[in-house]
């Protein structure tokens, strides 16, 4: 499907209309990476719901209304001979209510969330695979689902996160019941043509809380299974090994559950090809890139050149307006340590 092993990562950007609807300026941020090379160019994890919103300025595919400025984004990446994706999400209690003006649910009670409803999860399921089919329409390749980075499917799969004792928590059959139904139901709503893939986070990292390696590696295999078409792995510091094996890295341990079929995408702080390469020695398919994308928009194509060196942050946020963010991602970059000055 893509034409090179280079991914832009998935990036929240606040630059959608306040509405959900896509804007000139998301368009143009990833157009000009899709220019610059990216084999495959990844939206900001968009919401299937509207409680499921996690930013203002969040892209929205929770309704057909979003459907022209999708097809418009899908077009485009097309053009630029990008495959283009979606990352669709629920935000859960990480949701944004001010800017939804919707409650919160999560797994269990927390943090002012209230614990989801039965109704409230098949809803939820019904909506990843509606979004996924709009998405298909519009014209994308394929989506990523989510369940990375503490969002509601890690909520569910997390043990700290999820306290039920219905068939939604417990064991991990139970919390990863969510998961591999919108996993189901997506793939149940798009044609087999469409790539279906999934993000996880092995291990806890950030707000991603309750993960234990190995129950990650068995939702890993239970995906595969499912018929996953790639799996993504966020790994935030994608060199050092796992946490809970110091000896061992993630690449080896995901690619002998879920098979070489099944393409391994794997990102965190790559900002050299030798790094990206070291990562495809260790059994990578694919890499994803994120702040080095934000820096350096031709990537793929510069690092071509043996003697490239990517610009690194500190930057200005007049230098990010030149590389195609606006004023509002500029800003929101602020809160990514040592990124602006
Ligand atoms: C500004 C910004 C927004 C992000 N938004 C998302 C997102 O919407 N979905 C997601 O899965 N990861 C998101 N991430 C994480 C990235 O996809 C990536 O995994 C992470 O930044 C590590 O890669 P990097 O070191 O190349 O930036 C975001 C990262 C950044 C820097």
Redesign the pocket.
């Known amino acids: 499907m893509a034409k090179n092993r280079v991914v832009l ?4 950007n606040q630059q959608s209309h306040a509405d959900g609807t896509l804007s000139d300026d998301e368009l143009v941020w990833l157009r000009r990476r899709a220019r610059g090379g990216f084999g495959a160019v990844m939206t ?2 968009a919401h299937v719901s509207a409680d499921g919103q996690g930013w203002p300025g969040e892209l929205a595919v929770f309704d057909d209304r979003f459907l022209p400025g999708l097809e418009r984004l899908a077009q485009t990446l097309r053009a630029e001979g990008a495959a283009a994706l979606v ?1 669709i999400f629920h935000g859960g209690v990480r949701a944004d209510t001010k800017a939804s003006g919707l409650p919160a649910f999560s797994a269990s009670a927390l943090e002012g969330a209230r614990a989801a409803s039965e109704p409230d999860l098949e809803r939820v399921i019904v909506d990843f695979g509606r979004a996924a089919q709009r998405v298909e329409a519009a014209g994308f390749h394929g989506v990523e689902i ?1 369940g ?2 503490g969002y509601l499917l890690t909520q569910f799969l997390s043990v700290v996160q999820n306290q039920r004792t219905d068939q939604w928590g417990g064991s991990l059959e139970n919390r990863a019941r969510l998961l591999l139904r919108a996993f189901d139901e997506v793939r149940k709503q798009t044609s087999r043509a469409f790539t279906v893939g999934v ?1 996880l986070s092995p291990e806890n990292f950030g707000n991603a809380k309750g993960l234990d390696l190995d129950e990650s590696l068995q939702v890993a295999r239970w995906l595969a299974d499912r018929g996953a078409d790639f799996l993504h792995i ?1 790994l ?1 510091e994608a060199l050092n090994n796992t946490a809970k094996r110091p000896s061992e890295h993630a690449i080896p341990l995901f690619k002998s559950v879920i098979g070489s079929q099944i393409p391994l995408l794997v ?4 900002w050299t090809r030798a790094e990206a390469e070291q990562l495809l020695v260790l059994g990578a398919d694919a890499i ?5 994308a934000i820096l350096n928009p031709d990537w793929p194509v510069q690092a071509a050149s043996p003697s490239f060196a990517p610009l690194r942050p500190p930057v200005t946020t007049e230098q990010l307006r030149g590389l195609d963010l606006n004023a509002d991602f500029a800003e ?2 602020r809160r ?1 340590p040592g990124f602006v000055v």
């Open positions: 990562a998935p990036m929240t900001c994890a990352q989510h990375a980075h993000r966020s935030w990102a965190g702080k790559i994803a890139l994120g702040r080095v929101y970059m990514w």
